[in-house]
């Protein structure tokens, strides 16, 4: 079983950045395909980006695509989302989730979630 626990939320006015860190553990990190969801109040969860496990190859929503950059270190057991440019509707909880492919993941199917981070943009 895999754990994810995020961390680096916060409130930040509009145009401002934040970075994002997701710790995982109970697994080989490395073996995981991992990414970040985001689920606003009162609204479903939303796909933000994913990355592959060696961290080649990367893939984002179009809401995010050129603000957002989703990395990771597989030496720390950490995954990252950095996010530049926010806006008012940036704000959401923010999940880590590991899963099999970009494929699953993008969809929605993956096999763990974190219990996310709060991200907060004024206006």
């Known amino acids: 079983q895999v754990q994810l626990v995020e961390s680096g939320g916060g409130l930040v006015q509009a145009g401002g950045s934040l970075r994002l860190s997701c710790l995982a553990s109970?697994?080989?990190?490395?073996?995981?395909?991992m990414g970040w969801f985001r689920q606003a109040p009162g609204k479903e969860r939303d796909f933000v980006a994913c990355?592959?496990?060696?961290?080649?190859?990367?893939y984002y929503a179009d809401s995010v695509k050129g603000r957002f950059t989703i990395s990771r270190d597989n030496a720390k057991n950490t995954l990252y989302l950095r996010m530049n440019g926010l806006k008012p509707e940036d704000t959401a909880a923010y999940y880590c989730?590991?899963?099999?492919?970009?494929?699953?993941?993008?969809?929605?199917?993956?096999?763990?979630w974190g219990q996310g981070t709060q991200v907060t943009v004024s206006s």
């Open positions: 989730v590991a899963g099999s492919s970009l494929q699953d993941i993008s969809a929605g199917r993956a096999h763990n």
């Open positions: 109970g697994r080989t990190f490395s073996t995981l395909t």
């Open positions: 990355i592959t496990m060696g961290g080649g190859v990367t």
